[in-house]
Each structure stands twice: as C-alpha cells, then as structure tokens.
C-alpha cells in the first residue's frame, strides 16, 4: 500500500531533496556569550559558567557531563509574557504554560541592516512596516516579526553589547511600531539580533522599554541575539522556537529553528 501524502510526509521529502533547509538562529551559548548590562541600581543577570560533574574519570568513568548555571535571559533566549509587569496577569504567561502551537510560526523579516549600519540607534517604525507590507503582503495573525539589523556580525562583547557613556546603544523598535504590531497585526512576538528585544537606549524612552512592555502587556513573546537572519526570505520561513518547560519560567535560552524554502 502507497504511504498516503500528507503535508508532513512532503515536508520529510523537501528536507531530504533539499528543497527545504534549516537554518540555525542560535548563537553560541559559553562564558563569552554577552549578558544584559543593566544600570548599577538594578540586580544583574550572571554570566553562563559551567562546571564539569564527570568527564570519563573516577565522579563517572563512562559519562560526561556538566553543571551549567546562567540566567533565564542569556544568550538567544525566549521571553515569555510573564517576564515584565505587564504581561503577569495574563494566564499561560510563563515558559511552561504557553499553549506548544505557539511555538511555531511563519516568519516576517525585516531588513534594515543598512540603515543600522549608519545608524546604531535606529529604530523601526509603523511607516516603516507599512512600506514593507506594500512589498511583501500584509502581516498575517500569529507571525514572528523578525527585525534584521546584521547586529550579530558584531566581534566580541564590547562591539556587541555598544556601552557608551551616556549607556548601550543599539536598534530597535520605536514604540508606536510595536504597538502596531501587537494591537493591529497579533503578531507572535518580536525576535532581534541584539542583545534584547528593546533599543540600547530604551530605558530612557517613554514608557523605558516600550517593546517589553507592549508585546508582553499584550501577551505577545520576545526573541533575542538571533542570528543567520540574512539567510532567510522576507516571507515563507517558518520558525520554530520553543523554550525549555522551566516551571514559573520568564524565559529560557533555546534553539531556533528556521524552515527555509530554497527555491
Ligand atoms: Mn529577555
């Protein structure tokens, strides 16, 4: 008997012939991976650091493994709604009580990496977004909005986290854009390249980050330090983001996951 085609069984096909492929977002997660630095008055976030329980020796003569320890925020890591004062009452608003279809979206790229290049505080607005869906087609309900800044390219801690005297600066998103695309277009949520979802500069915006608190005060998710954004489409990835099931969680570092079209 012929396997019946479903969507599914196609899918394996265009994995295998290559017609799709998988692209990584994630960045490397070590000691050297970039932490949030947050203003001297407010409790930081540590740094990973792992220690090893066994390495094929006398703790574990066939086994090696370690422990790791780090904040829920660190590296490419998830925000769940639970995360900032806005989203708290929602229900299902931690990492383990987001209903699973949420973690599995189509994507929307944005690319304005060449506007970050000239300017590092840049931030998206809704024109900004209208002219693309002029473009590209209307943001569908339940997308990720991804925001393509080429920011990860940045080497090292310093370049990538931008601290200057007057704080970090690096892109993000203008408030009433996030608004937008919260109220107007539901998306899934916001995924950036940098460090967090927000601007370097946007503990000084009124509200002090307006991205947390719009997309989470609207029940929506937060993806940050993503990369390989520049290999995928304007429209047609899919993107699969599922954070660890971490009781009560805010957030979790994980592994995402594009499906590329490749023709
Ligand atoms: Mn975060």
């Given at each position: 008997m012929a396997a019946r085609v479903t969507v599914l069984s196609l899918l394996v096909e265009e994995l295998k012939n290559g017609r799709v492929k998988v692209v990584d977002l994630t960045q490397p997660l070590g000691p050297d991976t970039p932490v949030i630095d947050l203003?001297?008055?407010?409790?930081?976030?540590?740094?990973?650091?792992?220690e090893t329980i066994s390495h094929y020796d006398d703790k574990g003569p066939a086994w090696y493994w370690n422990t790791i320890h780090l904040g829920e925020?660190?590296?490419?890591?998830?925000?769940?709604p639970i995360h900032w004062v806005t989203g708290k009452d929602y229900a299902n608003n931690s990492t383990d009580t987001i209903p699973v279809s949420r973690f599995v979206g189509p994507a929307c790229v944005v690319d304005v990496s060449k506007e970050v290049a000239h300017y590092e505080d840049f931030l998206l607005t809704r024109e900004h977004v209208l002219a693309w869906e002029g473009e590209h087609g209307k943001i569908q309900p339940g997308s990720w909005f991804l925001l393509r800044t080429d920011w990860s390219k940045r080497q090292g801690r310093e370049a990538f986290l931008n601290a200057k005297a007057d704080g970090p600066h690096s892109p993000g998103l203008h408030k009433d854009c996030v608004q937008f695309l919260a109220q107007e277009r539901d998306v899934l949520g916001v995924g950036v390249e940098t460090v967090g979802t927000d601007a370097g500069q946007a503990g000084a915006f009124d509200p002090p980050f307006p991205c947390h608190t719009f997309m989470h005060g609207a029940g929506k998710f937060g993806l940050a330090s993503l990369k390989n954004l520049d290999q995928l489409p304007a429209t047609g990835a899919v993107v699969i983001a599922a954070p660890l099931k971490i009781v009560n969680g805010s957030g979790s570092p994980l592994r995402v996951l594009a499906l590329v079209p490749t023709e």
């Open positions: 203003p001297p008055m407010f409790a930081p976030s540590p740094p990973f650091s792992m925020h660190t590296g490419t890591h998830f925000d769940a």
